[in-house]
């Protein structure tokens, strides 16, 4: 070969490269019917069971279904199951599936699996671990059928089946389901619309999920995780993106095509792009907490724990998280997730107007001596971090003394759990929050217990808040269970369980090309369209 | 010079084993617990503890550390807490994405910065001096991250030649790769060329001083070949030793980077794997980047051989 043959050759298999005639097709390009979606978080493991971050449990809804679903009004609807029957004393249930369910492996769904599942999942949910406490026997019956039998009723079965908090009941094969539920599970098959790529995830970059073509979708109407779960696109990629600004961008340059929750700042240059929607993500919105710890000083005193809540002022803690957008947050009298029907403001008053004068009354009253507080704050997640800077000059206006903890999440997630005394490794405060789904009731929300050793981090022991708690459990009807939670919201703000910092919500942005997009309090990819 | 390549890999054995070993000892006493994220918030501190347990994380240091080292000696970096995948399936998912960044910022920032260098050498002090230099203190002076929106801002959005973010194998094809790693490398390679145009000019100009070159040129030889032949060859061996110390920065860089721009390599999935405590990820990333510069620093050493005949091993 001489000089000018190769030169021609190497031109020629340089030109084709470049004009891609060697390639494959980039990310940007991927076929139309692929949705592109940007979530909250990454998904780094995929055990809806043995993690229950609300990212697995968002990309779980896709590849395992549940027996029940939850609509938009609240209510468990029929999903997997065909008919459910209980017993006139309210101790045995019979379910039976719907016929003609599959998994992705092409096996049928049967009741075996379905109570492998149930064994697992109450394992680990709160309301499941109340099931198991009274249960008697959780047997299958034949094929399709099971039965569950109960020491006393349980009128909330339903509910603790549909609901959407994590983690939920989603159905897997035994083989999967007998996985121990502190041990993660290998193989991710379910019986959702979609199925998961395993071969193509890479955690923190990307999970790709496609069309189950045997899903057996319900003929209703889909209502949040209820009705039929018809996928209209091919594959859903999801593109885990750190930067918000990058996403952002990514968005406008229609390399995605759905970003589940833009960073507030970025709002307004979304809004104003021709070619994208923006509207709120979850209506359900997220409820800010500053978390006490019940039992060192300062705030093993009632009274300290009053002082701080008449002191503050939830707008400052809401302007911090949101900025100006007023359609972004609610004050929250209380503890319950606003505009859904338990919703109390019942003995709130307290929070309705702050009162520095007052506070530090009650701090002189409380015997306060000036031992540190410490606020455990991360640094890295915004919300945290707004609230921690308010918190900071609120404790210090009244007389407190501060001691910040700038750390991480990761830090603060080990740390709380120290019962240790605040100066020996244990902790004072730190902020999180809610989500609002959880708030609706008391059944998911764990942070609202006050059963002493057994509650949530900082550990309140107040027997009035369990009293309702249970109330609310057995109550019989609506009236009975709005009645309970007034009262459980006014015995916690009178015992300060926590101090709720506002109620806030986020948006999500698409592309105008996307449709059927809704707000739910996860993203559902069943009716949405792209092109 | 066999025998130097061997001993050196030799004494590369004690380097590991004490990165190994602080590594391991760092994150044993790093506040945070992975168990308490995986529970996630509604769990109880009992539902903690299991996670834990079942994680050996419950177990003495030492033993901790015996089981990883044995592993690690046989080429298993453990499995990731939170994936459940073999710490070396997640680098080798990584690796091309920063490989391909690393090596075509190294290329941009070497094809720039040198002729940079010495251009603003052989014109010291005039406006293309002050212009080169005045552009490195830029480069020093100016967040990689700032780099990147800009650039992102301008290519991307403003006038749509390239995207935004992602990364595409080259597998499949070497424009799409080759498309979107142009804004990174770029955004990275601005501090790298900075770096290495600083050295080169300050280099050059001690050469350039040296009776050999005024020699040259009194001999007529052409500017551009005293300059390049007869300067830069002798200048070479501080300009190689920063190009491979530039290396690490390469690695601190590629980190924001790649969260700029979206690119799945081994710098986001060392910062995914700090926030949540994937100790076995941290650990197996740190030890590969820390046997990647023992190996670079060995090729360095090699490389001053070629430049520099003086030096024999």
């Known amino acids: ?531 | 010079m066999l025998s130097f390549v061997v001993r050196r890999i030799i004494t590369t054995i004690p380097v590991m084993a004490f990165v190994a070993l602080f590594v391991f000892s760092l994150l044993y006493i790093a506040p945070g617990d992975p168990a308490a994220i995986i529970a996630g918030d509604q769990a109880s501190p009992a539902d903690v503890e299991r996670i834990r347990a079942s994680l050996g994380l419950d177990r003495p240091y030492l033993v901790r550390f015996a089981e990883w080292s044995f592993r690690v000696i046989q080429g298993d970096l453990g499995t990731s807490i939170f994936t459940n995948l073999p710490v070396t399936q997640l680098i080798a998912q990584r690796i091309e994405p920063t490989l391909s960044l690393m090596v075509l910022t190294l290329i941009f920032a070497v094809v720039v910065a040198v002729p940079m260098g010495v251009v603003a050498a052989w014109k010291a002090g005039s406006w293309v001096d002050k212009a080169a230099m005045g552009f490195a203190v830029l480069g020093f002076s100016v967040p990689v991250f700032v780099v990147g929106y800009l650039l992102a801002y301008l290519f991307a959005l403003k006038l749509d030649w390239l995207p935004v973010q992602g990364y595409t194998p080259i597998a499949q094809g070497f424009w799409p790769w080759l498309r979107n790693l142009i804004l990174p490398a770029v955004t990275l390679g601005l501090v790298y060329i900075a770096l290495i145009a600083r050295i080169t000019r300050a280099t050059m100009l001690e050469v350039l001083q040296q009776d050999y070159v005024r020699t040259a040129q009194a001999k007529g030889v052409a500017q551009k070949d005293v300059l390049f032949l007869h300067s830069l060859k002798n200048a070479a061996v501080p300009i190689v030793t920063i190009i491979g110390i530039g290396i690490a920065l390469l690695i601190g860089g590629a980190v924001v980077t790649e969260s700029v721009f979206a690119i799945p390599g081994l710098g986001r999935l060392t910062v995914d794997a700090i926030l949540r405590r994937d100790y076995p990820v941290i650990q197996g990333v740190v030890l590969m980047f820390s046997l990647v510069y023992v190996l670079v620093n060995l090729l360095i050493d090699l490389t001053y051989t070629l430049v520099d005949p003086r030096i024999r091993y």
């Open chain 1, 1 to 531: 070969m001489d000089r000018r043959t190769f030169l021609k050759s190497a031109t020629g298999a340089g030109m084709a490269a470049a004009t891609g005639g060697l390639a494959m097709p980039a990310l940007a390009q991927s076929p139309a019917k692929t949705l592109r979606f940007v979530p909250q978080a990454n998904l780094a493991n995929f055990d809806p069971i043995w993690g229950t971050q609300y990212v697995v449990r968002n990309a779980a809804a896709l590849v395992w279904d549940t027996l029940y679903g939850i609509d938009s009004k609240f209510q468990p609807q029929r999903q997997m199951v065909e008919t459910e029957e209980v017993s006139s004393d309210g101790l045995t249930w019979t379910f039976k599936l719907r016929s003609g369910l599959k998994f992705h492996d092409g096996t049928p769904v049967t009741s075996k699996d379905v109570v492998a599942s149930l064994v697992r999942w109450s394992a680990r949910d709160p309301m499941g671990l109340m099931l198991r406490a009274i249960q008697v026997e959780l047997a299958p019956v034949d094929e399709l059928t099971w039965k569950w039998s109960l020491k006393q009723p349980f009128p909330k079965m339903l509910l603790a089946l549909a609901k959407n908090n994590a983690p939920c009941s989603f159905v897997m094969p035994e083989r999967i389901a007998k996985t121990d539920p502190f041990t993660q599970i290998t193989e991710y098959i379910g019986s959702g619309p979609m199925k998961f790529l395993r071969n193509d995830w890479v955690p923190g970059a990307k999970a790709v999920f496609e069309k189950f073509a045997d899903y057996k979708p319900r003929s209703e109407k889909a209502d949040w995780l209820a009705g039929g779960k018809n996928i209209l696109v091919d594959r859903v990629e999801w593109v885990i993106m750190p930067d918000a600004a990058t996403a952002a961008a990514a968005l406008q340059n229609g390399e995605v095509d759905w970003w589940e929750t833009p960073l507030a700042d970025l709002v307004p240059v979304l809004k104003g792009h021709k070619d994208i929607n923006v509207d709120i993500g979850d209506p359900l919105g997220n409820v800010g907490a500053f978390r006490m710890n019940h039992l060192f000083p300062p705030f093993n005193n009632l009274k300290v724990r009053q002082a701080v809540l008449t002191a503050l002022n939830q707008e400052d803690y809401m302007r911090a998280v949101v900025g100006d957008d007023d359609k972004l947050w609610k004050p929250l009298p209380g503890f319950f997730t606003p505009g859904t029907p338990l919703y109390t403001e019942e003995g709130g008053d307290i929070l309705k107007k702050r009162n520095v004068a007052e506070a530090k009354k009650l701090l002189a009253e409380s015997g306060y001596k000036g031992e540190p507080v410490v606020c455990v704050v991360a640094q890295d997640m915004a919300a945290t971090k707004s609230m921690g800077d308010v918190t900071a000059s609120l404790l210090k206006s009244i007389g407190m003394n501060v001691d910040f903890v700038a750390t991480d999440w990761g830090t603060v997630g080990s740390r709380r759990a120290q019962k240790t005394p605040p100066g020996q490794g244990g902790w004072s405060m730190f902020h999180t929050w809610h989500a609002g789904a959880d708030c609706i009731n008391p059944a998911a929300y764990t942070a609202i217990r006050a059963n002493g050793d057994k509650a949530w981090f900082g550990w309140p022991d107040v027997p009035a808040v369990e009293t309702e708690v249970t109330n609310w459990f057995n109550a019989k009807d609506l009236a009975e269970e709005k009645a309970a939670m007034g009262r459980l919201n006014k015995a916690a703000v009178e015992n300060v369980v926590f101090a709720p910092t506002g109620f806030y919500l986020g948006y999500q942005a698409w592309r105008k090309n996307v449709t059927g997009v809704v707000s739910g309090p996860l993203p559902f990819f069943w009716d949405v369209k792209k092109g």
